[in-house]
């Protein structure tokens, strides 16, 4: 229907379209959301452990169950059915395939993804594997975790295993989800597993994440056909200073070193960045730490790079004369209230909430900070294309007495976040694709089973999936390709 895009047509109506072969998706991870944590012999991962100890999540929720998807997967691929979707973003569980973090693959553990696989290509949705989204086998743990060079190693094996066991069949592969959350929460504010508050074993084991995404990097390069295309998922902090005063971007620039730059520096340009090495020189010792050749490893080419947006990060310096209380000020950050601020080294910056709308989280509702990322990194690395791995919002949802689960704020909160990636496209960003996060609600975390992020209503106690209103809302945008007319 050409006539739709003549001249006379409102100015509005093409904009909203995104590119063809624009790639809808929706993402979960399999801690989230498997359950059936000790069956076909799957061990513990640091997620198990730390969700088992008291205090550490709300209503000391665990994954033991989960939304059963270990179970109900079928079900659920015919829900990502319904939605039109054409990828499906999941992750692999490291302790269900090795469950010691060495030595062969369990066959068993394999099959479950085998299966999930050709379910998926059954119905015409291409999977997306994550190697890694949290949940280190507790083994490994034990020996040192992220902060022990000998980790990152054990990751690329496991990532081969994945490989030849899915590589025939899956064409996209995401290393690292997040290694961000990974290094400075679980290490850093022991907001996650495994819970340790030391910003030199954090920044450790950021170094350790680099290299292990690097080597996994090679791994997969020499199993998968020339095809595959190979990512890593960061949630880059869009950070803003309070104001234009120096003190205040200079708080912001340390938050984007410790935030941002210190893996985007070496995947991305071949070196951790000068300030970031300075700001941090007391806390760990960067030759030390750096092997000679790790750098070229880490920097392997990329063929996507995954962003994750919620929202906005603002900074400032710490007024004159106030003494700085590391823990409070990192709870505005937006993540979660730890015994220190998980950006290592930064007790004397501030963070702050933008007024204005927030969701169940208490994020910050502000779009305008997608777009700006998006063409950020579009500016500082061009020609990398980018895929939108992870955008979404929890609320209060609640079934009616009908069973229908009405969400406006969701699609609302939707629909600028993907106006605003279609602006980013408009002004020049190479955007592949949108990962809406999640498919379902499910196990959020520190946060348990609180905070529901999905598009379709699970009721734990029976396990009952409703699509919420936002589902429908998506599936037309799948449908259309564009942002439906928000006055219709
Ligand atoms: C991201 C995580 C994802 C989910 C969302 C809300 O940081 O990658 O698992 O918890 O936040």
Redesign the pocket.
């Known amino acids: 229907m050409t006539s739709v895009r003549t001249e006379s047509a409102p100015a509005d109506v093409s904009v909203r379209d995104f590119p063809a072969g624009f790639l809808w998706g929706a ?1 979960t ?1 399999a801690y ?1 959301i498997e359950g059936a944590v000790d069956v076909d012999g799957r061990t513990p991962s640091i997620w198990d452990t730390f969700s088992r100890t008291p205090g550490r999540t709300a209503g000391g929720d665990t994954g033991d169950r989960a939304t059963e998807h270990y179970r109900r997967y079928r079900q659920d691929v015919r829900l990502m059915s319904e939605l039109g979707l054409g990828a499906y973003r999941f992750s692999v569980s490291w302790p269900r395939v090795q469950p010691t973090g060495r030595g062969p693959a369990v066959e068993r553990g394999l099959d479950f993804y085998r299966r999930l696989v050709d379910e998926l290509l059954e119905h015409g949705i291409e999977p997306a594997v994550t190697l890694y ?2 949940d280190l086998p507790q083994e490994l743990e034990d020996v040192g975790g992220w902060p022990a060079r000998n980790t990152a190693g054990r990751f690329a094996d496991y990532a081969a295993l994945v490989a030849d066991a899915l590589g025939d069949r899956v064409r996209l592969w995401t290393t690292l ?2 290694p961000w ?1 990974s290094a400075f929460l679980g290490y850093g504010s022991g907001v996650h597993a495994p819970g340790r508050t030391d910003w030199t074993a954090a920044l450790r084991a950021a170094h350790h994440l680099n290299l292990g995404h690097g080597l996994a990097v090679e791994a997969l390069r020499a199993i998968l056909p020339r095809e595959a295309r190979i990512a890593v ?1 960061l ?1 880059l902090h869009e950070v803003r200073p309070l104001t234009q005063s120096a003190a205040d971007r200079e708080a912001a620039r340390r938050i984007d070193a410790v935030g941002n730059r210190v893996f985007t520096g070496p995947m991305l340009n071949g070196a951790y960045p000068e300030d970031l090495l300075a700001d941090t020189a007391h806390l760990v010792d960067w030759p030390e730490l750096v092997h000679d050749g790790d750098l070229a490893t880490i920097a392997r080419p990329i063929d996507l790079l995954g962003v ?1 947006y ?1 929202n906005p990060t603002v900074a400032s310096a710490l007024p004159d004369g106030q003494a700085p209380d590391s823990a409070a000020a990192a709870s505005d950050a937006g993540h979660g209230d730890g015994a220190q601020s998980p950006f290592a080294g930064c007790a004397d910056v501030l963070f702050h909430r933008a007024p204005g709308r927030r969701t169940a ?1 208490g994020w910050p509702i502000d779009p305008s900070g997608l777009s700006d990322l998006l063409l950020r990194v579009h500016r500082e690395h061009p020609g990398l294309p980018l895929m939108v791995t ?1 955008n ?1 919002a ?1 609320f209060e949802d609640r079934p009616t007495p009908e069973g229908a689960v009405h969400d406006p704020e969701r699609i609302d909160y939707l629909r600028g976040h993907l106006d605003a990636v279609r602006r980013a496209i408009a002004a020049g960003a190479d955007v592949r694709g949108y990962f809406l ?2 498919l379902m609600d499910n196990f ?2 520190a946060y348990g089973y609180g ?1 529901r ?1 999905g598009l379709y209503y699970v009721d734990y106690a029976t396990q009952t999936r409703t699509a919420k209103d936002s589902a429908r809302w998506y599936a037309e945008v799948i449908r259309r390709g564009a942002l439906p007319d928000p006055r219709a």
Do not use: D, T
Request: proline letters at 0%.
């Open positions: 993402a991870a989230q989204h949290w989800n997040e959350c998922s949630n994750n919620y989280m992870e979404g929890a996060w999640s959020e975390w905070k992020f």
